[in-house]
T-cell receptor, first 116, second 118 residues
């Protein structure tokens, strides 16, 4: 049982390049999330999904896109990388159920992205 | 809207002593509260949560947290600190009644570095 996996672990991008951060979970969780973590700022929600085919914006969605074609996968797309997107990105998942907000989220190991 | 404050950037405790990491919250209704721990270059690990019921909740690795509604606090505690407890700790909140954007996500505090000295 791998939990939440993310690839790549580290990436350097040039300004204007694009890339996709991959996230996969094997816990059959309905809910999946993308956060970014900046030093001293905690984690900020970028996008989330409550099930396959359904996505919604979080607190800081600008410059990112997501899709959810399967329960397991929730890729995050950066179209035109900017230095402000230098951060550590975490994917998480949680069980839905009757009261989905009562369930904890389980996090992947993160992707460190540097935009130069 | 919901928010979380962790007033201490860093907490230093001697090994064997009790530790407390502070957290206060702001929500419009009754909160769902969580504590997570992050070790260097790792993802966040869930420690414990308060949803309803007993104000003292117990979690992983001997940690516990006390929910205090009148003080809007959810402090993390451990009776006897270990050097291996040194890490970054995050408090997080959800407002079960909030229906705005990103409502199903967690709102995190900025984190508190816990340093346990041998």
């Amino acid at each position: 049982n791998a939990g939440v996996t993310q690839t790549p672990k580290f990436r350097i991008l040039k300004i204007g390049q694009s890339m996709t951060l991959q996230c996969t979970q094997d816990m059959n969780h309905n809910y999946m999330y993308w956060y970014r973590q900046d030093p001293g700022m905690g984690l900020k929600l970028i996008y989330y999904s409550v099930g396959a085919g359904i996505t919604d914006k979080g607190e800081v969605p600008n410059g990112y896109n997501v899709s959810r074609s399967t329960t397991e996968d929730f890729p995050l797309r950066l179209e035109l990388a900017a230095p402000s997107q230098t951060s550590v990105y975490f994917c998480a998942s949680s069980y839905g159920g009757q009261d989905p907000r009562a369930w904890p989220q389980y996090f992947g190991p993160g992707t460190r992205l540097l935009v130069l | 809207a919901q928010s979380v404050a962790q007033p201490e950037d860093q907490v230093n405790v001697a090994e064997g002593n009790p530790l407390t990491v502070k957290c206060t919250y702001s929500v419009s209704g009754n909160p769902y509260l969580f504590w997570y721990v992050q070790y260097p270059n790792r993802g966040l690990q869930f420690l414990l949560k308060y949803i309803t019921g007993d104000n003292l909740v117990k979690g992983s690795y001997g940690f516990e947290a006390e929910f205090n509604k009148s003080q809007t606090s959810f402090h993390l505690k451990k009776p006897s600190a270990l050097v291996s407890d040194s890490a970054l700790y995050f408090c997080a909140v959800r407002d079960p009644m909030y229906s705005g954007g990103g409502a199903d996500g967690l709102t995190f505090g900025k984190g508190t570095h816990l340093i346990i000295q041998p």
